[in-house]
T-cell receptor, first 109, second 118 residues
Framework: KNEVEQSPQNLTAQEGEFITINCSYSVGISALHWLQQHPGGGIVSLFMLSSGKKKHGRLIATINIQEKHSSLHITASHPRDSAVYICAAFLQGAQKLVFGQGTRLTINP | GAVVSQHPSWVICKSGTSVKIECRSLDFQATTMFWYRQFPKQSLMLMATSNEGSKATYEQGVEKDKFLINHASLTLSTLTVTSAHPEDSSFYIC??????????????FGAGSRLTVL
């Protein structure tokens, strides 16, 4: 079992819908990253969280350390949000990043 | 903002040749850089952690003699795939931690290098 699990693996929604992507991890972490990967492969770091909640534009990321769970929300989704979203946990012990499998999001106009 | 430039963005080579991929931090100093590979429809896998002025730390299962990493300066890390084989065809990505340290800081990623070995 992977130390970092994401769900769903694929998500298709209509423009304007509220999107939630979930990430669970099974080990102690120092930080959790949410990344966005576009079809060309380039990766953009969206958030780094160690506690609580962060917001940037239409994107919101939350983390619950006790429950070992993080969520990425997109409000008023738009076709340009279509991408693969990846959560990555920085493991306390191993001092390295472990990546979830990614969630392929498609927003239809 | 902090930018990591990766070059080349794609490369095709013959089996048995070596390919070098460069990763440069353009407006900050990166004491630590990370190299990942990604197979189609799979997530990223950390290959190695590149430390300026010292040997890279390789993940289990990654051949250090095949994937040579050099971090000769605070702004440049290189990954050389030696004696490339078709199974080395993959998407290679580097990243750096802004503010130094390992992965507990904000990360910035290169655009990636797609290697195809014929």
């Amino acid at each position: 079992k992977n130390e970092v699990e994401q769900s769903p693996q694929n998500l298709t929604a209509q423009e304007g819908e509220f999107i939630t992507i979930n990430c669970s991890y099974s080990v102690g972490i120092s930080a959790l990253h949410w990344l966005q990967q576009h079809p060309g492969g380039g990766i953009v770091s969206l958030f780094m969280l160690s506690s609580g909640k962060k917001k940037h534009g239409r994107l919101i990321a939350t983390i619950n350390i006790q429950e070992k769970h993080s969520s990425l929300h997109i409000t008023a989704s738009h076709p340009r949000d279509s991408a693969v979203y990846i959560c990555a946990a920085f493991l306390q012990g191993a001092q390295k990043l472990v990546f979830g499998q990614g969630t392929r999001l498609t927003i239809n106009p | 903002g902090a930018v990591v430039s990766q070059h080349p963005s794609w490369v095709i080579c013959k089996s048995g040749t070596s390919v070098k991929i460069e990763c440069r931090s353009l407006d900050f100093q990166a004491t630590t850089m990370f190299w990942y590979r990604q197979f189609p429809k799979q997530s990223l896998m950390l290959m190695a952690t590149s430390n300026e002025g010292s040997k890279a730390t390789y993940e289990q299962g990654v051949e250090k003699d095949k994937f040579l990493i050099n971090h000769a300066s605070l702004t440049l890390s290189t990954l050389t795939v030696t004696s490339a084989h078709p199974e080395d065809s993959s998407f290679y990505i580097c990243s750096a931690s802004i503010g130094g340290g390992t992965g507990a800081n904000v990360l910035t990623f290169g655009a990636g290098s797609r290697l195809t070995v014929l």
